[in-house]
């Protein structure tokens, strides 16, 4: 329709007209002039707003379920979150624990054989050039730490500090072949030399070729001059194998480390030595053996006379009428073969 002033006034007119059925409408009430009309128009145009709404509605439905969609995938990610973090909290827990119990067993050690100690975490491990067994541990000069110093930790010897800066320390291994440090047995006091093998048991060379030796006596460290590298006293293995004694001025035996060099995490630098040796104090009791359970059977009696006795007290006597009736005997008398009929 083009601008002009006659549509314009068309326009007026038709607003001028809608708001007077407005008007009558909202006056009239439910007795509306205008009503029949707008059921008409109900009528009429009803089915196309039902065909509209039906093509409209899954496109709504569909816009709807996204972002519901879209709600239900944060609520999931913030409980997969939430779960996350529950299980790092987990974990941390349990590192903190494992650490705890580790720490306590140190310090128990410690105590066993008066050893002053600086705590280390183990930060890094060394590297694999050389096959050299090493860990850096995170203390160094600042916190006393100087080399040629005893490492340890809740079982037993870890190593010796080999290098120390600022703030971190190197450690050599006790299972480094580069490794030595002398040893004693448990109460015989034979001594040797024992030397690391990578992940095999560690070598020892006893200095005496005819010492008795056997599975399962254990070792500690004898300890060094001025008790650098090594102090007396800490535990270093058992043992697993004995070569025979080929009449050699020394033995060789195999002994398992008490230290796992593998899962190190929480270790002491003996910082001061203590005023004695301790001896064998520092090594771990020996479990005690399990009781010997002795089972006695006794046999049962293979003749008659306990089931004809069954259920009858012995020595008490039976009323006459509940006499048990005797079988009859049969009896031959003896014919004498000399007399005749």
């Given at each position: 329709m083009r601008d002009t002033r006659e549509s314009r006034l068309l326009l007026v007119l038709l607003i001028a007209i809608a708001f007077a059925l407005i008007t009558v409408d909202i006056r009239g009430g439910q007795e509306s002039p205008v009503d029949g009309a707008r059921q008409a128009a109900a009528a009429a145009f009803g089915p196309v707003e039902n065909g509209v709404a039906s093509a409209v509605d899954?496109?709504?439905n569909a816009i709807g379920a996204v972002r519901d969609s879209g709600e239900r995938h944060n609520r999931i990610a913030a409980l997969e979150q939430e779960n996350a973090a529950l299980k790092a909290k987990l974990g941390s827990d349990d590192r903190n624990r494992n650490r705890l119990r580790e720490l306590d067993a140190m310090l128990k050690t410690a105590g066993a054989g008066q050893y002053g100690i600086k705590g280390a975490e183990v930060i890094a491990i060394g590297a694999a050039q050389g096959f050299s067994w090493t860990v850096t541990i995170d203390v160094g000069a600042r916190d006393g730490i100087r080399r040629d110093m005893t490492v340890l930790n809740g079982s037993g010897l870890v190593g010796r500090v080999t290098t120390v800066g600022p703030s971190t320390s190197t450690v050599l291994l006790a299972n480094d072949p580069d490794f030595t440090v002398g040893t004693r047995m448990e109460k015989s006091d034979e001594l040797g030399f024992a030397t690391g093998q990578g992940d095999r048991p560690l070598l020892v060379q006893l200095l005496n070729g005819k010492a008795k030796v056997k599975a399962g006596d254990r070792l500690v460290t004898f300890g060094s001059q001025a008790d650098k590298p090594f102090v007396p006293g800490v535990p270093v293995g058992e043992v697993v194998r004995v070569d025979p004694s080929g009449g050699g001025l020394t033995r060789n035996i195999y002994v398992r480390p008490y230290v796992g060099f593998t899962k190190l995490d929480i270790v002491g630098v003996v910082v001061q030595a203590p005023r004695?040796?301790?001896r064998d104090m520092v090594l771990p009791?020996?479990?005690?053996?399990?009781?010997t359970v002795t089972v006695t059977v006794t046999p049962t009696p293979t003749d008659g006379t306990?089931?004809?006795n069954?259920?009858?007290?012995?020595n008490q006597a039976l009323p006459p009428g509940d006499q048990p009736a005797q079988k009859p005997e049969e009896t031959q008398q003896p014919q004498?073969?000399?007399e005749t009929p």
């Open positions: 899954p496109i709504g004695t040796d301790p009791q020996k479990p005690k053996p399990a009781p306990q089931d004809r069954a259920g009858q007290q012995p004498d073969q000399g």
